[in-house]
């Protein structure tokens, strides 16, 4: 049954940069690259290529010796021509140089009534071996779905709430059809309800309205209103031994039309925004681009930060680094990395803040778009101010005090008190407006492996 | 010279700490992780604290000297005079509290080697406020030494302690030198002599009395003084705080400007300050009713507006580390307090202040409540899980 939920707790962070509705084409497309780092569960991974190799689009490159049925493919056809290794040989990069003209590998396709009777078993070992499987996200961890396992339910949100965040209405432009057919299959992989959450404030966006077989609920409220974490415990929380799968619009659509077209179609769109961005626009590139193809002769100076994602959750990448498997935004911000001279008390309504101590003015101008710098604005303290991060997490949890028993380890306390219904994202307000300055996602992941590991 | 192998290691974080203090730091934020940050740090929230007793500085300080010109009978001095009293009085007291209990936290800075925390900033200021203009400056000393290293750093530094510094410094000096913090010291005299008939009695002092002698205490309080200045304690002096006191206790009217700031900025929480006096209020009624010593009977509102009541209330109980830290907590930590200053003060004679032990004492009992808060949180958990 639709539910309408008002959500009042939390805080829209307006960043200058806005992304304009144009979609252009890179001025070049050529190295795209796999990071095992985007996938936070990867434990034992195992390459299935080497330097020199030559593979297909929606080949095999990599996969998880724990869970081997999933395969991590590349996003185009060419040449691999470099696997980056870090600090103890920890794989972090698979490069590919694209070929001019593109194959692929190609499974069946399947037209739609072909798709009704497709059964379960058939369809996750398609998805498992085309390299969409990833896609899908387990809760608890925040981890690829493991495929021998079932969930309660499965979770989607329409709307993305972070700074900056771009518009599904162009991300899936005329992909309604594809949307259709990955939610088809994803019913077969739940006896529970998908849930297709939407923002309230509007209409059903047009991409969006008349999907068949999941129910919409609406949602009100600044971020994190969009973060799926957020929805889930107010829909249908996660208790101790439950498990859900949440799944980006983007990567549903994927899905889609990999049974549509029997493809790996790893094309994207992707919004470079941010306030170091000359013209903050749409590309259409595809997943792994680097971030150069598209950036280069954007940005207005070189003292910046590329992240790939938005700015509360994403990774920084160098201008040469690649896109993020699951990201559809690059942000590009100024380097905070000078001092300040009294930066601690001067009067300032240039920076945001959540709160309003002294000097602090710009809880007074609401509809500003502030342009931060990744500057980190004070250095690591003990937790002193109480009662803040309540205000920015809309859910029934305490998170200082989740905080403190991951920091203490104590395993019982982490579940009791809800360490299975948060991932990073949710949060990460929490580590914007801390004044203590903790590395409140890093705390939480740490705690998140502790149990995951127990 | 200060890095890792340099001549001064050790005094490595102390030169951060200076620099740090002219310069905000330059760090950026890390790879992964919220890669902006809010433009609140510490410093700023301590600052904030800083403005927010400033009025009961300046005033307290031009009241050390109002008050010495009416006990010695100079009716007619003028306000500079009033101010340089107060002034010579006060600032040796400030000094000696931040250079005390500074230097202690520097020691811990380098044995531990954390970093300098700003907590000192305003526990150093808070001191003095809550001591008599005559307190002695080697027991300022020894206080704030005491109490930064019992209260504070043996729990951890800043963000860990259970009890509120500048309390425990306080109830370190009404315990083992009670005779320089109770009584007539309220009054700088100087080396004047005071008028015929002055009495050093505080409201508090003279509520306490009423038990044994039966009057009433409106009516002690507005015939106190009679004779060398009349008026002494009315209503109206006691809310402006024309009275003698502890430096910084004396003015309501202060505190509730201080107040105000500390809640438009969001830095002190209200739920504190409105549940302590909604306590003290409800028990100063119910006492009323029991009616059984003059103290009793005493309109609840006094309570309000005696002793150092609305300082503690604004500025002690509201201390966000040594207060209950869940929000619904706070409210009943606050009711607690309101309930057992007015206990203290009208059931036993033994202390005339209960508003220090009773924040004291709610100190220690705050984590139990936000325990309970807590386990409601995860027994609602639970019933989703079984629903």
Redo the contacts between chains.
Sequence with gaps: MSQIIKLKRGFDINLAGKASNKVENPSQQETYAIKPSDFIGLKRPKLLVEVGDKVKAGQPVLFDKVMEKVRYVSPVSGEVTDIVRGKKRVLQEIIVKADNQETSVQFDKFSVSDIANLDREKAIDLMCESGVWPNIIQRPYGVVANPETSPKAIFISGFDTHPLAPDYQILLKDRKKDLQVGIDILKKLTDGIIHFNINASGEIPSEFSGLAGVQFNKFTGPHPAGNVGVQIHHLDPINKGDLVWTINPVGVAQIGKFFLEGIYDSSKIVALVGSEVNDPRYFNVRMGARINDFAEGNVKNDNVRFISGNALTGTKVSSKGFLGFYDSMVTVLPEGDQDEFLGWILPTTSKLSFHRAFGLFSFLNQGKEFSLNTNNRGEPRAFVQTGVFEKVTPMDIYPMYLLKAIMAEDYDEMEELGIYEVIEEDLALCEFVDVSKHEIQDILRHGLELIQNS | MFEKGGKLEKFYLLFEAGE?F????????????????????????M??VI?AMIPCLLFGTWNVGHQHFIAVGELNASEIDKWLVGLKTVIPILLVSYIAGGLVEVVFVIIRKH?L???YLVTGMLIPLVVPPTIPLWQVALAAIFAVIIAKEAF?????NVLNVALTARAFLYFAYPSQISGEVWTYLGDKTPVDGYSGATPLALANQSITSGESVVTTLNSFGAGWFDDVYSFSNMFFGFMPGSIGETSTLMCIIGAAILI????G?WKVMLGVVLGAFAMGNLVNVIGANPYMDMPAYYHLIIGGFAFGTVFMATD??T?A???KG?WIYGIFIGILTVIIRVFNPAYPEGIMLAILLMNVFAPLIDHYI?QA??K???K??TV
């Design positions: 740090t002219l310069f905000s730091p330059s760090e950026t934020t890390k790879a992964r992780g919220a890669q902006i940050k809010d433009a609140i740090d510490l410093k700023r929230l600052m904030t403005i970093p925390n700003e907590g951890g530094g800043t963000g860990m438009m900025t969001g830095v929480s966000p580390v207060a830290q869940t929000e706070k807590v949180n995860k609602r958990r639970l989703r899980a």
